[in-house]
């Protein structure tokens, strides 16, 4: 895919990426828009997402991400980035009476939504396939910024099985363009507020193990959320905990979203798929780390996610 020659006739342009946007959501979106505010000075570009977290707030052009979700003309172009429109939230219908959709993912669970559609699974994370898509020589320490906080955040700084060599070579060449990567590090993925790390004692205190040790649950409601006056944002990282613990191999977090509903974070240590399990729970995600949202008490929720983790690791014993 030619990212500039698919609109280069545009006159209107818009991004978006998934609703509770993360990291890389943020930083490829960012990377793109910075990108194309370059190129494409004579264009109107358009960026709008749910809004970020402070953290993030060192990314150039943060404060220009439009949240109100106004009404719009339509765009020539609309990109959808690191998902399906189905999470596209508010910004769906921009893209979907958009001239030309074009969607640039790398979940499996995305099957293509757009007219141009460069999905590719094997990526460690959307930042890394618009750093690949973007030219070179456009590239600045702005762009490259936003581009390697959402690498890092995808990959667990380069942790997670997704980093590929192509990966740490993108990340070699973004840093060569000497912002402090390691204050980036440091407060966009490990500083934690003291109420997040409250909230993840806690929710690691109240876990429970089961399916001797190959599982662990932990579930927030929503009146301990309410009393951390926690957002999803506070949230972020306590799967990954949870999945670290000694001979778990499929770890669940979740939290009451409202009236017998929760949002699900699954994260494996390689022998689930959770891909799998939260596409038939209308989710979807990357095969060690996927999520959705489920109806019942927690406890119809464990059962249901416990009889599929088990098929799993039956079928897996008859191969
Ligand atoms: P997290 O557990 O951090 O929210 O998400 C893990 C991965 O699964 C991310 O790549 C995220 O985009 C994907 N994911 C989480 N929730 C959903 C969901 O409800 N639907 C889909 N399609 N993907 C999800
Ligand atoms: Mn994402
Ligand atoms: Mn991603």
Redesign the pocket.
């Given at each position: 895919m030619k990212l500039l020659e698919e609109c280069k006739q545009a006159k209107r342009i818009g991004i978006s990426g998934?609703i509770r946007p993360?990291g890389d959501c943020i930083g490829s979106c960012m990377g793109l828009y910075l990108f194309l505010k370059k190129v494409r000075p004579d264009a109107d570009i358009h960026i709008f997402l749910e809004k970020p977290a402070d953290i993030f707030s060192c990314i150039r052009g943060v404060e220009e991400i439009d949240s109100d979700y106004g009404k719009q003309e339509k765009f020539d172009v609309f990109f959808c980035l690191d998902?399906a429109s189905d999470?596209l939230g508010q910004a769906e219908e921009y893209f979907c009476t958009a001239d030309k959709k074009i969607n640039i993912d790398h979940?499996v669970?995305n099957s293509g939504c757009g007219d141009v559609n460069y999905v590719i699974p094997e990526a460690s994370s959307t930042s890394e396939l618009i750093y690949n898509l973007i030219d070179g020589e456009q590239l600045d320490e702005e762009i490259a910024k936003a581009l390697y906080i959402g690498i890092i955040h995808d990959t667990g700084v380069f942790q997670y099985s997704n980093t590929a060599p192509e990966t740490l070579r993108a990340a070699a060449h973004l840093i060569s363009f000497g912002f402090d990567f390691s204050r980036l590090i440091e407060e966009t993925f490990y500083e934690k507020t003291y109420l997040q790390t409250q909230i993840l004692g806690r929710a690691l205190l109240e876990s429970i193990r089961f399916m001797d040790g190959k599982c662990v649950v932990s579930v927030l409601d929503k009146k301990t959320m309410d009393f951390y006056e926690a957002t999803s944002q506070d949230l972020e990282g306590i799967?990954s905990q949870l999945r670290s613990i000694k001979g778990v191999e499929c770890a669940i977090f979740m939290y009451e979203t409202g009236v017998l509903e929760y949002k699900v974070?699954l994260r494996s240590g390689g022998r689930i798929n959770v891909s799998k399990i939260?596409s038939y729970f209308g989710?979807?995600?990357?095969v060690r780390?996927?999520?959705?949202?489920m109806n019942g008490t927690s406890h119809d929720v464990i059962n249901n996610l416990s009889l599929h983790i088990e098929k799993q690791f039956i079928e897996e014993q008859d191969t």
């Open positions: 998934h993360d998902t999470r979940h669970s799967v974070s939260a989710g979807g995600g990357h780390a996927a999520g959705c949202t």
